[in-house]
């Protein structure tokens, strides 16, 4: 199955201000980068508060476990793809039929989060606020995707499907509350903000929210690599041979990108130092349980369907370790398998942060 972004008609005119950074080029671009380098982006922009969070998600598989399954029954449908036509009609966005739904397409979106300043209301009660930006793609005038459209919330996503439902249309040109105004607002430094971190060549012609630099980059020394070493390690390592493997992993960042396969060559000794497992694309649930056991010290069981495999088992393995605060990791290794490791999930946000700062990629696995 191949992934569509949208193909149907959108009812409105064209998203084309030339002078918004809220453009279908920018969005497009940004698309491009989650599509073919894994799906997801942590970041630190200047003038937002914490880190902002960026994933691509698509119907019907990043709705197709457990939990995504019991909300859509809860919100009274029977699969993701009626809650996908329920949201186009919001959009006015034309619906699936019964027969190109069962052609078994995926239609991308992607979830922008990140905390602004509270409205004047909120700020009684809070000091910061969560700002949800979904972008679902579409076509105005032309049988190719050349447009978007944005749904809107100002809450938490604690049930995703009934987040999803109760976000508004988004008119980012009138914003009709200060909640949506401050999100506008912050939400063109958020894409400035990638566009810098991702090397996206911004149009003269637009008018940027801020004439900063909105990526601070952070210095990579040795003591980077000692927090990175400890973190994936959950400081499960001995002091010496935190010291070693931070000084290989440095000296090889530092390297002549000729070197490229001396490089990665380090990457795979380090991670063999802690305790991970090396596995091929294809892997059962009870190989699973039982790596994953030995790397955690205690017995995981999770509960799947039958016939659920490799990383089909994603959630399932998340949900339960999660339980323990844990999250399953890994490092990319650009073939056919998975280097697995366990990480503390209150750490997870900063070795990704990490990752990109020292070039070693990681990778979130939903």
């Known amino acids: 199955m191949r992934h569509m972004k949208n193909?149907?008609?959108?009812?409105?005119?064209?998203?084309?201000?030339?002078?918004?950074?809220?453009?279908?080029?920018?969005?497009?671009?940004?698309?491009?980068?989650?599509?073919?380098?894994?799906?997801?982006?942590?970041?630190?922009?200047?003038?937002i508060k914490e880190h902002v969070s960026v994933n691509l998600f698509y119907f019907p598989g990043s709705l197709d476990h457990e939990e995504s399954r019991s909300e859509i029954e809860k919100a009274g449908f029977s699969s993701s793809y009626e809650v996908l036509n329920e949201l186009y009609k919001k959009m006015n966005i034309?619906?699936?039929?019964?027969?190109?739904?069962?052609?078994?397409?995926?239609?991308?979106f992607i979830h922008f989060q990140f905390y602004s300043e509270p409205t004047s209301d909120e700020k009684k009660m809070f000091n910061r606020t969560i700002k949800n930006f979904i972008i679902f793609f579409c076509c105005t005038d032309s049988i190719e995707t050349n447009d978007f459209k944005i749904l809107y919330s100002g809450t938490h996503f604690f049930d995703y499907i009934k987040g999803l439902l109760d976000s508004e249309l988004l008119d980012f040109n009138n914003p009709k509350n200060e909640s949506q105004a401050i999100?506008?607002?912050?939400?063109?430094?958020?894409?400035?903000?990638?566009?810098?971190?991702?090397n996206i060549q911004i149009p003269d012609n637009i008018v940027l929210p801020s004439s900063e630099n909105l990526i601070t980059a952070e210095e990579v020394t040795l003591q980077t690599?000692?927090?990175f070493v400890n973190l994936v390690s959950?400081?499960?390592i001995e002091e010496k041979e935190l010291k070693k493997q931070s000084k290989l992993l440095f000296k090889n960042f530092n390297e002549d990108v000729t070197q490229y396969h001396s490089i990665v060559d380090g990457?795979?000794?380090?991670?063999?130092?802690?305790?991970?497992?090396?596995?091929?694309?294809?892997?059962?649930?009870?190989?699973?349980?039982?790596f994953i056991s030995e790397m955690i010290g205690e017995n995981l069981n999770f509960e799947y369907p039958q016939e659920t495999y490799s990383h089909n088992l994603?959630?399932?393995?998340?949900?339960?370790?999660?339980?323990?605060?844990?999250?399953?990791?890994?490092?990319?290794?650009?073939?056919?398998?998975?280097l697995f490791f366990v990480v503390n999930k209150i750490d997870v946000v900063r070795i990704l942060e990490l990752s990109e700062i020292i070039k070693i990629k990681i990778d979130k696995l939903d």
């Open 7 to 47: 193909f149907f008609s959108g009812l409105f005119s064209r998203n084309n201000d030339p002078k918004s950074i809220i453009s279908f080029d920018i969005i497009d671009q940004i698309y491009s980068y989650l599509y073919n380098e894994g799906g997801n982006l942590e970041l630190k922009v200047k003038g």
């Open 94 to 108: 034309g619906t699936l039929s019964q027969e190109m739904i069962d052609q078994g397409f995926e239609y991308d």
């Open 183 to 198: 999100g506008v607002k912050d939400f063109k430094l958020v894409l400035q903000g990638i566009c810098q971190y991702l």
């Open 225 to 227: 690599f000692e927090e």
């Open 234 to 236: 959950r400081a499960n």
């Open 267 to 290: 990457h795979f000794d380090f991670f063999e130092s802690i305790n991970c497992w090396n596995s091929d694309w294809k892997f059962d649930p009870e190989d699973a349980e039982y």
């Open 314 to 338: 994603f959630p399932y393995i998340q949900s339960a370790l999660e339980k323990l605060n844990l999250e399953l990791m890994t490092y990319d290794t650009y073939g056919d398998n998975y």
